[in-house]
């Protein structure tokens, strides 16, 4: 039977949108499946949410070392359940309104910020469809994720299994399935020379691609420049994104050798398949992307906290490295291109090592599985208990992150007191 499935997620890069598309594909090959997907931020959400979209890659460009420190702070469950509370209270009109408008047999979030607080707009009703989270972050994934009243939480890796138990979810409620890539990254590969033909590239040149996720994120244009410094035998693609400034500014430049240049693409995969060596930010969806087609990876910049993890993930499994400044990423390509490919060749093998091309069938499996299954019946909400736990789960907390501080405050006082206990004694001795 035709059954409704309804994703959430928002415009906040291009990993969101790019990880639905990639289910909803597999859902309605596989499924009779409708589907549809709702940008939760700019669709139902109130000022300034509903900017988020627009206002969050100047957000990280601008205050990139306080987005870290905002990670760290929110990386424990409780504090993200606090913050997710507080999202809640002003968006809980919106979020009903969007429940009530957009009906469903299954709601999949695949946006962390955005599951908690549909999660409580839901269970304010009598009765809901089945919640499916969907964790398109890879390693270092936020607290943000894990809420124990979805019904399945599907995650790419073991850490990120670990991070939703630290999170109290149960092992059973979770199940590493890998992060969904679009079916076409397998299925419509072309092969290198008729992608290059195809895209009215130099068929014969080595190829470089740079891409910054979708909003173009990170030092694009200079990490360009350096590549374009060496003068090396090769092409470059550079691929903007939504970035129309970095697009234009590209555009006027002088270029030593073939350098096509893009806004948003709609056929990376083709764009991967026609490239020797990808230049990257550590986006999730990129990254998993590139190791599907073995595509070795040089990464540039990374956003702090949520995507840490992704760097290490690449450098330790060896399908890439990572250069922070423009000089080391031309330096590592010239390196690589190099020696006739054979360093290419054990990279693109190591990338192919740790592809997860089964995600995606086995995310849309366990989806349709879910919107096979009864409503669930919301318990009938017991206020004053509920008032109760949060007092004591808030103390809890706060005693810990203070416990810290009173052991050095007292470790210090007890020094103090030691010393002037020692001063009066040898000023008795004289
Ligand atoms: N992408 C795209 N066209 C572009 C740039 C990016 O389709 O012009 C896709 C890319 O293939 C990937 C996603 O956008 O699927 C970016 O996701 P990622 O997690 O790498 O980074 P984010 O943009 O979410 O930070």
């Known amino acids: 039977m035709r059954k409704k499935i309804q994703f959430l997620m928002s415009?906040?890069?291009?990993?969101?949108?790019?990880?639905?598309?990639?289910?909803?594909?597999?859902?309605?090959?596989?499924?009779?499946?409708?589907?549809?997907?709702?940008?939760?931020?700019?669709?139902?959400?109130?000022?300034?949410?509903?900017?988020?979209?627009e206002f969050y890659p100047w957000l990280v460009k601008h205050s990139k070392s306080s987005w870290g420190a905002g990670y760290k702070l929110l990386d424990s469950p409780r504090t993200a359940k606090t913050a997710a509370r507080g999202l809640y209270m002003t968006m809980e009109t919106r979020l009903k309104q969007m429940f009530e408008e957009n009906p469903a047999d299954c709601y999949v979030s695949v946006h962390s910020v955005i599951t908690r607080p549909s999660l409580s707009a839901l269970q304010s009703l009598p009765q809901r469809p089945p919640f499916v989270v969907v964790?398109?972050?890879?390693?270092?994934?936020?607290?943000?994720?894990y809420d124990r009243r979805a019904d399945r939480t599907l995650v790419p890796t073991q850490i990120a299994l670990d991070r939703g138990m630290e999170a109290q979810l149960e092992k059973s409620q979770m199940r590493v399935v890998g992060l969904p890539v679009h079916p076409n990254f397998i299925k419509a590969i072309p092969e290198k020379t008729e992608a290059r033909q195809s895209l009215g590239w130099d068929e014969a040149l080595p190829t470089l691609t740079i891409v910054g996720g979708g909003d173009g994120m990170g030092p694009i244009f200079k990490t360009a420049r350096a590549l374009n410094d060496l003068k090396m035998k090769c092409q470059i693609a550079v691929i903007a994104g939504r970035n129309k400034a970095l697009k234009e500014q590209l555009?006027?430049?002088?270029?030593?050798?073939?350098?096509?240049?893009?806004?948003?693409?709609?056929?990376?995969?083709?764009?991967?398949?026609?490239?020797?060596?990808?230049?990257?930010?550590?986006?999730?969806?990129t990254i998993c992307e590139a190791c599907i087609v073995g595509l070795p990876m040089i990464i540039y910049d990374y956003i702090p906290g949520q995507e840490d993890g992704n760097v290490e993930f690449v450098v330790h499994n060896k399908a890439g490295a990572y250069c922070p400044t423009p000089v080391q990423v031309a330096d590592t390509a010239a390196d690589w291109l190099a020696d006739s490919g054979k360093r290419l060749r054990e990279?693109?093998?190591?990338?192919?090592?740790?592809?997860?091309?089964?995600?995606?069938?086995?995310?849309?499996?366990?989806?349709?599985?879910?919107?096979?299954?009864?409503?669930?019946?919301?318990?009938?909400?017991n206020?004053?208990?509920?008032?109760?736990?949060?007092i004591e789960e808030f103390a809890r907390d706060y005693y810990d992150a203070l416990r810290p501080s009173m052991r050095r405050l007292q470790v210090r006082s007890r020094r103090l007191t030691g010393r002037s206990r020692a001063r009066a004694r040898a000023r008795g001795r004289k």
């Open 11 to 53: 415009d906040t890069g291009g990993g969101h949108r790019a990880a639905a598309e990639a289910i909803r594909q597999a859902l309605e090959e596989r499924y009779d499946a409708d589907v549809s997907l709702i940008d939760v931020f700019k669709d139902y959400s109130p000022f300034p949410w509903k900017y988020m979209p």
């Open 383 to 390: 206020l004053i208990k509920e008032f109760q736990t949060e």
């Open 135 to 145: 964790v398109t972050d890879l390693v270092t994934t936020p607290m943000f994720w």
């Open 347 to 381: 990279l693109a093998r190591a990338a192919r090592r740790i592809a997860m091309p089964n995600a995606v069938w086995d995310i849309a499996d366990e989806i349709w599985a879910q919107a096979q299954q009864p409503l669930v019946v919301n318990e009938k909400r």
């Open 251 to 285: 555009e006027h430049a002088q270029w030593n050798q073939p350098t096509h240049i893009y806004g948003f693409v709609k056929d990376m995969p083709r764009l991967m398949a026609a490239s020797d060596i990808l230049v990257t930010k550590a986006g999730p969806g």
